[in-house]
């Protein structure tokens, strides 16, 4: 572990959370082998049969690696990125507006697109704000300790900030990839092409998340409330919007268009360094970290 940290984070992330997944995969809710299906609550099976594998993998395997690699000062500095809550408004102002703008005209290109174009209506807005504070606990909170709060600062200090998001990015989309095989993405009605063009827009949307946590000085709840935004209007507000469109399949399409565009646009604007000071890799390397 103390050879190869991230090795490691990775590996424990994935096998703990695809070992809690599998039921939920093999149950009625996916791939039928298992005669049990998971009772719904919040509307969704997903409550018991996804989050508490997406919150035992990255998390814990950020705080065990971390532990054991770094001890008590490299914990102190993974928990003060956690709770890095100070930056300035305009950050929390931009991520909650900013996302739900690109996720809707970066719509606009797909055949139809324009002319479905609705504007929500007041039960979606209502519900707006109690998603994304759900969405912030939940998966913000079960994700971002561990593949920005833990991976992006040893990646970047590496390899550097664009080589480190390259590597981060895929795993990160390929970490969903069981999932595909369930109700989460209306299994059965899945192709592998649509898998893959998941896991390939994670890689721009990590450029842009890596981005945004170097600028904020590594804050995690702008990261968080950014991972948050993205979930929240694909899951509530772009269906709204967009009512003949395919809820999984054309959301992926425009999320791969919208970060991809985002990312060409921030690694030109920042030379490929995308906010990255190697003052925040020195303070990291001083703790010992590898």
């Not at 996916?30 to 005669?35: C, D, K």
């Not at 993405?185 to 981005?211: K, T, Y």
């Not at 948050?228 to 791969?256: I, K, M």
């Not at 003052?279 to 990291?284: D, K, L, P, S």
Request: proline fraction near 8%; hydrophobic fraction near 50%; include cysteine.
């Amino acid at each position: 572990m103390r050879k190869h940290p991230l090795l490691t984070y990775f590996t424990l992330s994935y096998g703990i959370t695809w070992l809690c997944w599998l039921p939920y995969i093999l149950s009625e809710t996916g791939l039928g082998l298992l005669p049990i299906r998971y009772p719904e609550i919040l509307g969704s099976s997903q409550t018991l049969g996804v989050l508490p594998g997406g919150y035992l993998g990255p998390i814990t395997a950020a705080f065990i690696v971390t532990a054991v690699v770094d001890g008590r000062a490299g914990l102190r500095l993974w928990a003060k990125r956690l709770v890095r809550w100070r930056v300035s408004p305009r950050w929390y102002l931009g991520v909650l507006l900013v996302v739900p703008v690109v996720a809707v005209v970066s719509t606009f290109p797909l055949p139809g697109a324009l002319a479905d174009f609705r504007i929500p209506g007041a039960t979606v807005l209502l519900l707006y704000v109690p998603m994304l504070v759900m969405q912030f606990l939940t998966t913000g909170l079960a994700e971002e300790p561990g593949w920005r709060d833990f991976a992006q600062p040893r990646l970047q200090a590496r390899y550097g900030p664009l080589a480190g998001s390259l590597i981060l990015g895929p795993l990160w989309g390929a970490w969903h990839v069981p999932l595909f095989f369930s109700e989460w993405a209306d299994w059965p009605n899945v192709d592998w092409l649509m898998m893959a063009e998941f896991v390939s827009s994670a890689i721009p949307l990590s450029l842009v998340m890596a981005w945004v946590f170097n600028r904020t000085n590594e804050s995690l709840p702008v990261v968080m409330l950014f991972h948050a935004s993205v979930n929240t209007v694909y899951s509530l507000v772009w269906e709204a919007c967009f009512p003949s469109l395919d809820a999984f399949g054309d959301s992926v399409h425009t999320l791969a268009i919208g970060s991809g565009v985002a990312a060409v646009v921030l690694l030109i604007a920042t030379r490929g360094r995308l906010g990255y000071e190697p003052i925040a890799a020195r303070e990291f390397q001083n703790t010992g970290a590898r």
